[in-house]
């Protein structure tokens, strides 16, 4: 499976953004899709995680009620909706898929099949 993100962008403060990782070579009910994001001098921070059934999410409490993963299967594609951005929100955001533990949202040292090649988030103050 290939991935490939977009949507990243400035915006100010409050604004919202709406970032897409499209898969080629293989479907997205194979694969659990992972959002990540990493800023300037900080480690890379899990984001959202949406299942391979898309029954199960997950939301890191920095973005829980302000940022929704969703998915379009007949487009092959995850999205990931940001509103109420934050400067704190700023950095590169990835997505990844995970072919194992296709009903688990998180699972600890995960193999990732696939990573996308990240899309810049920027958002002003």
């Known amino acids: 499976v290939q991935l490939q993100a977009s949507g990243g962008g400035l915006v100010q403060a409050g604004g919202s953004l709406r970032l897409s990782c499209v898969a080629t070579?293989?479907?997205?009910?194979?694969?659990?899709i992972e959002w990540f994001r990493q800023a300037p001098g900080k480690e890379r921070e899990r984001v959202s995680v949406?299942?391979?059934?898309?029954?199960?999410?997950y939301y890191a409490g920095s973005v829980k009620e302000r940022f929704t993963i969703s998915r379009d299967l007949a487009k092959n594609t995850v999205y990931l909706q940001m509103d109420s951005l934050k400067p704190e929100d700023t950095g590169v955001y990835y997505c990844?898929?995970?072919?194992?533990?296709?009903?688990?949202?998180?699972?600890?040292?995960?193999?990732?099949?696939?990573w996308g090649q990240g899309t810049q988030v920027t958002v002003s103050s």
């Open positions: 990844a898929a995970r072919g194992t533990f296709l009903n688990v949202v998180l699972v600890a040292n995960a193999n990732y099949q696939s």
């Open positions: 949406i299942t391979a059934s898309g029954g199960g999410t």
């Open positions: 070579g293989a479907t997205l009910d194979q694969y659990v």
